[in-house]
């Protein structure tokens, strides 16, 4: 997926299928209709009512957890998939990337000894997420080789 999305329901997508896509939207600013306005925004979570969608949750540049009724929000620029390690948003970026770091190291405890193919290929997909630079960063050794087939995006090192 990995590029521009249209409109609430591909973040919605993203959000409920964050373990099996990886990644966050963001945009590059989000105005409200009060005239608020916030920089990379990334999008937590979105509510729904009666198949209508109700209020929009995202982390602004600052950190600060926002909720909007979707009826505030006047304009939303430059809305894309993302991976962790591409995200503008520094508070976001780390928050997501603690989670992931301690989900990857509780799979890889739960798998110790057994490297089967479906451990094996989501645990390549949470590293490809984080980057390979911050899984060495952190300390945190696989099972299993890591393939060095390594792609530049924005200048990180990804799997």
Known sequence: MFNMLHGLKDI??????????????????????????YHNPVFTNIDISKGQYVSLCFIDDNGTNIIAHVDQIAVIKGLQHKLICQLNNTHAKQ????????????????????VTHSFKKEAIKLVRDISVKELKKHNISLPFPIEEKLIHLNERVLA
């Open 95 to 114: 928050l997501l990337l603690q989670g992931t770091l301690q989900y990857l190291q509780k799979l890889c405890e739960i798998n110790d000894g057994f």
């Open 12 to 37: 919605h997508t993203v959000i409920s299928n964050y373990r099996k896509i990886g990644g966050a939207a963001e945009a590059d600013m989000i105005r409200l209709s009060s005239g608020e306005l």
